[in-house]
């Protein structure tokens, strides 16, 4: 993997991070971290595309190394976004652009923007003492780390490997109108489409009468589309944006007051986590809310430079081109894992998900190892990494935790966490990022088989 010293650093103040700590108690017990297939966070280091570093060195102008005076973005990359938003959620002739729903730039991640989309509603309250809630799917994204720290209550509605990880429409609506009951306050309701960690592509149908269901109950929606732009070339992904404002209808329409925000990440499209850029899309007057009333009191628009290099390569067919062939990649990778977890670890069908979207496939926990591991504990594994194929996974000892010191992999949660806090209830599974190249996944897998951490130790070893 790439140098942990270069990108954790060495520090007398406490590093939150829990593959930290996991690859560092690796190294202690004698283990390489340059042989460290590092499969977790959905992070390569090194994959960036190269048009975009050539934007970043050839297309930020003087002006872009000062203060820009306006909160919603650099206006070049704004511009671009515009039109980027519209066109690739088909939304001319569902809504109109400047009346209906407006975009800025989320310059500081989208994680940030959601934490302070918590804040605005919570001020936007008529009961300012009452509990506000999020809805949304487990096992999902850690949006209970953000939500959380603004005093929401979490309810989470199940996305099941018999339902393909779609959503139950009837239960969500259930879950919305029992929420409801519970507060006076913010209800919020998350939609993930192209859903994290399991690839699932929800239904259209199905995100159709969520959105209806939110709109009977008053919550408001974030619409989370991280890796709208990441799918199978074959499978174009529901829109879960332009499906809310074909369900809301014209900002003329007697309920204006409907509140909602849509995050986009392009850092996950172009492997610039970094960057923490991406677009922001809601009614106008939630931007100005958002960006022109709160992110004044916390900060100014920032990394301009990587604003100005983005909206030149948006504006290059290049990242189109970019974007099909990472799509095919990507493709090709699920069905070859597919092959191995089945040919060489003995998985059956039912118990891994390779999806159509998104950058992870989920898979569970081999039963004996889940058997052994107690969700959420940080025990120290004893023993030396790669000692054979008589080491056990010691009581205790999380099913990651057992594969990183037996074979050099680091897999991911299946249920995020957030940094500094105990992990969360992976459920049985974990997940691999397919960021990386063909290469280091085949060998992950192979390492794994080798180690007889397949779905039976039979099968793992042939």
């Not at 720290?149 to 239960?171: C, I, K, N, S, T």
């Not at 404002?245 to 172009?270: C, H, I, M, N, T």
């Not at 990507?330 to 597919?338: D, G, L, P, S, V």
């Not at 504990?377 to 990183?404: I, K, N, V, Y």
Request: aromatic fraction near 8%.
């Amino acid at each position: 993997m790439h140098s942990l010293h270069e990108i954790a650093g060495e520090s007398s103040l406490a590093n939150p991070y829990h593959d930290v700590s996991l690859l560092r108690r690796y190294e202690q017990l004698g283990g390489d971290l340059d042989k460290v297939l590092y499969l977790s966070l959905g992070e390569t280091w090194s994959e960036v595309a190269p048009g975009l570093v050539r934007a970043l060195r050839e297309s930020v102008p003087l002006h872009g190394h000062g203060y820009i005076l306006t909160p919603y973005g650099l206006p070049a990359l704004r511009e671009v976004l515009r039109g980027y938003v519209t066109d690739s959620h088909r939304l001319a002739g569902v809504a109109e652009l400047g009346v209906d729903y407006e975009v800025a730039v989320s310059q500081s991640s989208t994680r940030s923007a959601m934490f302070h989309y918590g804040r605005l509603l919570r001020e936007e309250t008529a009961d300012t003492g009452a509990r506000p809630l999020v809805v949304c799917s487990s096992p999902g994204w850690d949006y209970a780390g953000v939500f959380t720290a603004l005093g929401y209550g979490m309810r989470h509605f199940a996305v099941r490997p018999e339902d393909a990880y779609q959503p139950r429409a009837a239960e969500v609506e259930e879950l919305l109108r029992r929420s409801r009951g519970e507060t006076t306050g913010p209800l919020l309701l998350v939609l993930n489409a192209q859903h994290n960690p399991t690839g699932a592509d929800w239904d259209e149908r199905t995100v159709r009468r969520m959105v209806r269901a939110a709109a009977e109950t008053g919550a408001a929606v974030l619409v989370d589309d991280a890796y709208y732009a990441v799918h199978d070339p074959h499978t174009p992904p529901t829109s879960a944006l332009r499906v809310l404002l074909e369900e809301y209808g014209p900002a003329a329409d007697p309920a204006p007051g409907r509140s909602w925000l849509a995050v986009r990440s392009l850092g996950k499209q172009f492997h610039c986590n970094g960057w923490g850029i991406g677009a922001l899309t809601a009614p106008p007057r939630v931007l100005e809310a958002l960006l022109g009333r709160l992110l004044p009191q916390h900060g100014y628009v920032s990394s301009v430079p990587l604003q100005a290099a983005m909206a030149a390569w948006l504006a290059d067919e290049e990242s189109e081109t970019f974007l099909a062939a990472q799509r095919a990649d990507y493709a090709q990778k699920r069905q070859e894992i597919a092959k191995r977890l089945v040919g060489d670890l003995g998985y059956p069908d039912e118990a891994f998900h390779a999806g159509s979207c998104g950058a992870y496939l989920l898979m569970r926990t081999p039963p004996r190892r889940a058997e052994r591991a107690t969700a959420g504990t940080d025990a120290a594994p004893s023993g030396r990494p790669g000692t054979g194929r008589g080491a056990e996974q010691e009581p205790g000892e999380s099913f990651r935790e057992f594969c990183l010191r037996r074979t050099g992999v680091l897999v991911g949660e299946a249920h995020m966490s957030t940094p500094g806090e105990r992990a969360r209830d992976p459920q049985g599974f974990v997940r691999l990022f397919l960021g990386p190249q063909q290469g280091v996944l085949t060998e992950a897998l192979a390492r794994l088989a080798d180690a007889g951490l397949g779905w039976t130790d039979e099968a793992a070893r042939g």
